[in-house]
């Protein structure tokens, strides 16, 4: 897999945890740590393409 097709992949996996994410805080019932956790993610997909662009 090539350095660009990896950063495609995490930025589609980024978009991806940013909707379950605006789904989960629209939702009465997910709970404040599953909401945390996907954000949690959602930074290290972030920090992961930072990373891979810099080079």
Do not use: Y
Not at 5 to 15: C, D, G, I, P, T
Request: net charge positive.
């Amino acid at each position: 897999m090539t350095v660009a097709s990896h950063l495609v992949e995490l930025r589609r996996k980024h978009e991806n945890l940013s909707e379950m994410v605006e789904q989960a805080q629209r939702s009465p019932g997910v709970d404040d740590l599953k909401i945390a956790e996907l954000k949690k993610q959602k930074l290290k997909l972030k920090e992961e393409i930072a990373r891979l662009s810099a080079h």
